[in-house]
């Protein structure tokens, strides 16, 4: 089993940044995949960001250039670092990691919330 813990969500007002974290722990033989979705209230849940092992990335038409997703894999951790945040980047971010034998693993979620 993987657990992810995921930290960093709050309140912040337009133009403004913040930066999730999400640290996975438990019998972890290798993780691929990382990184992150988002569900806004009525939406579907969207990919934001994904990084894989080798720190490609690839990212959602609507953030990019303004998020960066990074992870330490000696930490086991992924980041997302959100700046000129806008009111529709409201939404439960969820991270995710992809081992072998496991399948994908979820964080419990974090919210999100940008005032205009």
């Known amino acids: 089993q993987v657990q992810l813990v995921e930290s960093g969500g709050g309140l912040v007002q337009a133009g403004g940044s913040l930066r999730l974290s999400c640290a996975a722990s438990?019998?972890?033989?290798?993780?691929?995949?990382m990184g992150w979705y988002r569900q806004a209230p009525g939406k579907q849940r969207e990919l934001v960001a994904v990084?894989?092992?080798?720190?490609?990335?690839n990212y959602a038409d609507s953030v990019k250039g303004r998020f960066t997703i990074s992870r330490d894999n000696g930490k086991n951790t992924v980041y997302l670092e959100m700046n000129s945040l806008k009111p529709e980047d409201t939404a439960v971010y969820y991270c995710?990691?992809?081992?072998?034998?496991?399948?994908?693993?979820w964080g419990q979620g974090t919210q999100v919330t940008v005032s205009s």
């Open positions: 995710y990691a992809d081992s072998p034998f496991v399948g994908r693993s």
């Open positions: 438990g019998i972890i033989f290798r993780i691929n995949d």
């Open positions: 990084i894989n092992s080798g720190g490609g990335t």
